[in-house]
C-alpha cells in the first residue's frame, strides 16, 4: 500500500493552466476506474474536484478536468485563480479493495 | 443537506484506546458505504478503513489493521473507529466521509475532522 507518486509542488499565474500527475501502478491507478480528485484547503473538509478519472460533481467548475494514461492519471486546472490555490490530492481504489492516496501537491497561484 | 460530524479526539497515552463517533444527516445513511481518513500534523491525506452499507465488509490500510475496527450502527445513522493500542504516530484529524458514487470508493462529502493525540 505504498502511496501515490504526485509533485509536491506546482505553480502558476493567473489565467495559465496546471497539470498535477499521479501515478501508480497496474494494481491501483493502471486497473481501476476509481481514481478521484481532492481539493483541501488547510483546516477545512476536502472537496471532491474529480470522481472516477474525468467526471466532475455538480457545483464543480469546468476550469477542473481529469484523465488517465496508463498507470499515471492526471489533474488540469485551467484558466487558474486564486481561490485555486491549495493542496490536491489523488486517490485510487486498489486491487485490494482498499484506497491509497497521493502524497499531495501544493498548487500556488503566482 | 449533507452532514457529518465527527467527535471523540482527544489526548489519550500509547497503548491507551478511544472510540470516534461520525453522526450523519441529510441522507439515506443505510445506503452509502462509509470511510475513515486521517491527517497527521505537516503530512497528506491517509486513507484508514471503509466499511460496506450494511457493515458486511470491512477494509482497512495494513498500519491499523489488528488495531481499529470500524463499525456502524444504520438504526442510529452513525459511523464509529474503535482505535485500541493506540501509538504516536496514530496522531492526526480524523475525517469521516461518505461512499459515494456507484461502489461507494469515491468520497464525496466529508466532515470536518477531530483531533486526536497520542501523547504519553
Known amino acids: 500500500q505504498s502511496a501515490l507518486t504526485q509533485p509536491a509542488s506546482v505553480s502558476g499565474s493567473p489565467g495559465q493552466s496546471i497539470i498535477i500527475s499521479c501515478t501508480g501502478t497496474s494494481s491501483d491507478v493502471g486497473g481501476s476506474n476509481y481514481v478521484s480528485w481532492y481539493q483541501h484547503h488547510p483546516g477545512k473538509a476536502p472537496k471532491l474536484m474529480i470522481y472516477e478519472v474525468s467526471d466532475r460533481p455538480s457545483g464543480v467548475s469546468n476550469r477542473f478536468s481529469g484523465s488517465k494514461s496508463g498507470n499515471t492519471a492526471s489533474l488540469t486546472i485551467s484558466g487558474l485563480q486564486a481561490e485555486d490555490e491549495a493542496d490536491y490530492y489523488c486517490i485510487s481504489y486498489t486491487s485490494s479493495s482498499t484506497l491509497v492516496f497521493g502524497g499531495g501537491t501544493k498548487l500556488t497561484v503566482l | 443537506q449533507v452532514q457529518l460530524v465527527e467527535s471523540g479526539g482527544g489526548v489519550v497515552q500509547p497503548g491507551r484506546s478511544l472510540r470516534l463517533s461520525c453522526a450523519a444527516s441529510g441522507f439515506s445513511f443505510r445506503s452509502y458505504a462509509m470511510h475513515w481518513v486521517r491527517q497527521a500534523p505537516g503530512k497528506g491525506l491517509e486513507w484508514v478503513a471503509f466499511?460496506?452499507?450494511?457493515?458486511?465488509?470491512?477494509y482497512y490500510v495494513d498500519s491499523v489493521k489488528g488495531r481499529f475496527t470500524i463499525s456502524r450502527d444504520n438504526s442510529k445513522n452513525t459511523l464509529y473507529l474503535q482505535m485500541n493500542s493506540l501509538r504516536a504516530d496514530d496522531t492526526a484529524v480524523y475525517y469521516c466521509a461518505r461512499g459515494g458514487h456507484g461502489m461507494g470508493v469515491t468520497l464525496d462529502y466529508w466532515g470536518q475532522g477531530t483531533l486526536v493525540t497520542v501523547s504519553s
Open positions: 466499511i460496506w452499507y450494511d457493515g458486511s465488509n470491512k
